[in-house]
């Protein structure tokens, strides 16, 4: 089966400490991204990258950061910086940044207390 | 700046009605206009998309209508069923860029 996997579906974590979210596709696509989810406030881009080892900025990129080593892997850290970290975080991926159909992984919900 | 601007933020039709959302851009760079639907708890997924040479779309009872002069593209939903319940997102993007969203319209059917 081609897709996307996030792990894990729920994860609670305490203020103050850093967690990552994990993000693997199989689908031999170029272009990884990963989006945070609020209520009333659509998709917001936190990262993307379009190749190996390199990545820009989303829209909301402060108190994240990433990492592409390898191709198929586009791991997200919220660090302790992120304000207001809760929320449902989806990773997506296309066969070229920019260019047709984006698949979504099924998402992390983060919950920071 | 919101670069995809949709409404309504929800929507309540009866079973059987037509569902409609809008969804209304500036950047006329754009060149692909995909429509994801997204269930609670789940990532979206792609519902139909449409570029801007053609200003209609339809794939079953989903179709996509394009004003390239106005700078406009909506989602209908014809026949709408309780199982269409879901929130769905326009977006915009342009090659090698990222991808723009709405801010979503939820849809209630109502049975």
């Known amino acids: 089966d081609g897709g996307i996997t996030q792990s894990p579906k729920y994860l609670f974590r305490k203020e103050g400490q850093n967690v990552t979210l994990s993000c693997e596709q199989n689908?031999?696509?170029?272009?990884m991204y990963w989006y945070r989810q609020d209520p009333g406030q659509g998709l917001r881009l936190i990262y993307y990258?379009?190749?190996?080892?390199?990545?820009q900025k989303g829209d909301i990129a402060e108190g994240y950061s990433v990492s592409r080593e390898k191709k198929e892997s586009f791991p997200l850290t919220v660090t302790s910086a992120q304000k207001n970290p809760t929320a449902f975080y989806l990773c997506?991926?296309?066969?070229?940044?920019?260019?047709?159909?984006?698949?979504f992984g099924p998402g992390t919900r983060l919950t920071v207390t | 700046q919101q670069q995809v601007k949709q409404s309504p933020q929800s929507l309540i039709v009866q079973k059987g009605g037509i569902s409609i959302i809008n969804c209304a851009y500036e950047?006329?760079?754009?060149?692909?206009f995909p429509w994801y639907q997204q269930f609670p708890g789940k990532g979206p997924a792609l519902l139909i998309a449409?570029?801007?040479?053609?200003s209609e779309k339809k794939e079953g009872r989903f179709t996509i209508s394009f004003n390239k002069s106005a700078k406009q593209f909506s989602l209908h939903i014809m026949d709408s069923q309780p199982g269409d319940s879901a929130t769905y997102f326009c977006?915009?993007?342009?090659?090698?860029?990222?991808?723009?969203f709405g801010t979503g319209t939820s849809l209630t059917v109502i049975p």
């Open positions: 977006a915009a993007n342009t090659p090698g860029n990222q991808f723009y």
């Open positions: 990258s379009q190749i190996v080892n390199d990545f």
């Open positions: 950047n006329t760079a754009f060149d692909y």
């Open positions: 449409i570029r801007p040479d053609v």
């Open positions: 689908l031999n696509h170029d272009a």
């Open positions: 997506a991926s296309s066969m070229v940044a920019g260019v047709g159909e984006q698949y």
